[in-house]
């Protein structure tokens, strides 16, 4: 089961999120409290970021690098902004995107995406 790395802002959308990615056949992981985003990133092996468009840059920045060192997919989602918004946001980095409110059909979807884009996954080249 790929591993999905859970960071968001706030707690509550954190839970939400991580329900939602098992729904869709994930395994959530989350920053321990002894280490950093990126440290968590670095010494698991996880398959995608799933990280809040809301988090601050310099954390958000560090994470994408690191995500990317180790060929995981990014995506990004958040409660602040609107779907097209959301979208651009995304494109800009060269990321996915899950915009809320929506459910696990929809992430599934685009973490299979993500996934399959590194050669792993539902779909994937063998």
């Known amino acids: 089961m790929s591993s999905v790395l859970v960071l968001a802002e706030h707690p509550e959308i954190e839970a939400l999120l991580a329900d939602l ?15 950093t985003a990126v440290d968590a990133l670095r010494r ?24 990317r060192e180790r060929a995981a997919g990014v995506v990004y989602f958040a409660s602040t902004m609107n779907a097209a918004e959301l979208r651009a946001f995304a494109e800009v980095r ?16 685009v973490l299979d995406d993500a996934t399959r884009s590194l050669g792993r996954g539902p779909g994937s080249p063998t």
């Open 21 to 35: 990615v098992l729904f869709a056949g994930y395994h959530p992981v989350f920053v321990r409290a002894d280490e």
């Open 44 to 67: 698991r092996a996880i398959d995608v970021l799933l990280i809040d468009a809301a988090t601050p840059p310099i954390t958000r920045c560090a994470c994408e690098d690191t995500a």
């Open 94 to 109: 060269e990321g996915r995107h899950f915009a809320l409110p929506n459910g696990p059909k929809m992430l599934r979807a």
